[in-house]
């Protein structure tokens, strides 16, 4: 397959592009012209997601169909293995049941954004749940509901407390967000449940910076975070998060808090096929953002183009030279105007600077309040969050989705959040997990679940009457631990900081069964 023009990104900046492409060739000719790649066949509207997660919102409010919305250029699904500049094509993996595919090009449209890595802080990969898409909410919202049936069995009230506690590293929009959403959810959905009427509900959100919602400037920082405190959220600023475990999640400051879940907004990091391409290219892209003239053109590159959040397009702040922020009111307008632009170039005209005249952020911040920056005024309170509905219903693609958003809201204020559970936890076979050091694997007499591998670090075996024996790195922990009646003869407890391979559900039923895990 081959193209005229390429869009790699599925996002704003590469839907909106796609979009006026086809509006400007029609079909059938934009189809045969016009090409968007994208990891997903929809475009969703990131400034809702986090009422996904709360359920105050479905999940097909917040998306909307590429090929529908993009009607008129040829949407194809997959992931972008590498981008060869020197032919003018790119390699994609289609699926599983799909050799990859390679498309060729004239002009390519850079609008792949950030990935996100974990890796920066010890467990985070294993234990931390991701809020960038629907499938993220979606399970965000699984992972709730689940704890708090798992705490309405509890005995315990250490066990339950751990349950009902969940922590969301990162104060930006998403934190915030997500965090404010999280507890209007949990504060109404435990009530339906016996035997958590009293319990505590613990949301604990963790910045590493003075205040949060550092682009829409301290003093709405500063109400928002007063808002939360206000309403039982703890509010840590200045303070990182340095390990996560199953049961934890340590500070930089060396406070444990015990927990069973994570919510991560951070962790971005520059697209790897993007650096390929600027590797090949000679191009320097800072912060994994490559640069553009202001009209998205790659400097010296006549027929590369970039924008969106991955994109270093110019921008006049009222006189003052700036870089876009990563925004998504900047990638839509960036969007739009770049397939007008690559229209114009396809048929000898010239294409036009990016401007737009900044209008300002809000965020919400739960039980209907939120923070405004609107034209350099500043609102907050309820007056704020009946703007954020407003606007971003306006913006929100598509009237059928408008319609049902509008419904969905409407409920939202007069009935209580549906807690029907859906869609659990995906148990792997096989996964990783990380231990900080004293942190208990399992305890003797207790049934085994699962074997385990130590890829790294080591760990203790206690048996009581027996000298405690040390498990070193590339050893597993098998059947041989075990008594006639599958229950641990020993406690693991973590020597020091360790990542293990686990073995679990059916896999560990066919060992038990068919073999025996051989040791190094």
């Known amino acids: 397959m081959e193209f005229d023009v390429v869009i790699a990104g599925g996002g704003f900046a590469g839907a909106y592009c796609a979009r006026a492409l086809g509006r400007a060739f029609k079909k059938p000719e934009g189809e045969r012209r016009v090409a ?23 999940p097909l409010d917040v998306v909307n169909p590429l090929r529908q919305f993009c009607a008129g250029v040829n949407v194809l699904q997959g992931t972008i293995q590498k981008i060869d500049w020197a032919s003018r094509s790119m390699i994609i993996d289609g699926g599983r049941y799909t050799r ?12 792949l954004g950030s990935v996100t890595n974990l890796n920066s802080i010890p467990g985070m990969p294993e234990y931390g749940w991701p809020m960038k898409n629907v499938s993220d909410a979606l399970r ?11 705490a309405n069995l509890a005995e315990e009230e250490p066990v339950r407390a751990r349950l009902l506690t969940f922590i969301v590293v990162g104060g930006g929009y998403t934190g915030v967000e997500t965090a404010g959403q999280m507890l ?5 959905a435990h009530r339906g449940y016996a035997n958590l009427r009293r319990a505590k509900i613990r949301v604990v959100l963790v910045h590493g910076q003075d205040e949060l919602l550092g682009e829409i400037g301290p003093e709405l920082g500063a109400y928002a975070r007063m808002v939360l405190q206000k309403r039982g959220v703890e509010v840590r600023l200045k303070t990182r998060v340095t390990a996560v475990t199953a049961s934890r999640v340590t500070l930089d400051d060396g406070t444990v808090i015990e927990a069973n879940s994570v919510v991560t907004t951070i962790g971005n990091a520059p697209n790897p096929v993007v650096m390929d391409l600027c590797k090949q290219l000679g191009v320097e ?4 953002r490559v640069p553009t003239d202001a009209t998205m053109r790659v400097a010296g590159i006549e027929t590369l183009w970039a924008a969106g959040d991955g994109a270093a397009v110019p921008w006049s702040d009222r006189g003052k030279a700036k870089v876009s922020p990563q925004t998504a009111q ?24 990016f401007k737009y005249r900044y209008m300002g952020q809000l965020a919400t911040i739960g039980e209907r309040a939120a923070v405004a920056e609107i034209f350099g005024i500043h609102f907050k309170g ?10 971003y219903l306006a913006k929100l693609p598509g009237t059928m989705r408008k319609l049902r958003v509008m419904i969905d809201w409407t409920f939202d204020l007069i009935f209580p959040r549906d807690i029907s559970q859906i869609l659990p936890p995906p148990e792997d076979a096989v996964r990783a997990i990380h231990l900080e050091k004293d942190e208990t694997l399992f305890t003797q007499g207790t049934p085994s679940r699962a074997f385990f591998y130590i890829r790294q670090g080591s760990l203790v075996l206690s048996t009581k009457g027996l000298p405690d024996r040390t498990i070193a790195a590339g050893s597993v922990i098998d059947q041989d631990e075990l008594d006639t009646s599958n229950l641990w003869e020993a406690t693991g407890t973590a020597a020091e900081p360790s990542d293990l391979i686990v073995f679990k559900g059916r896999l560990i039923e066919y060992l038990r069964r068919e073999m025996r895990v051989v040791k190094r």
Request: charged share 20%.
């Open 382 to 391: 309820f007056f704020a969050w009946w703007m954020w509905r407003t606007i």
């Open 140 to 150: 965000l919202r699984a992972v709730l509901i689940n704890r708090l049936e798992e």
């Open 36 to 58: 968007l790649v994208a990891e997903r066949n929809v475009l969703v509207f990131q400034p809702m997601l986090a009422e996904v997660a709360g359920s105050s919102l479905a």
């Open 285 to 288: 892209a800072d912060k994994g």
């Open 330 to 353: 900047f990638a839509f307008r960036q969007g739009m105007l770049l397939g007008r632009n690559i229209f114009a170039v396809l048929n000898g005209a010239k294409p036009r600077p």
């Open 184 to 188: 209007d959810f949990l504060r109404q």
């Open 100 to 111: 990859d595919h390679k498309v060729g090009f004239k002009h390519l449209v850079i609008a």
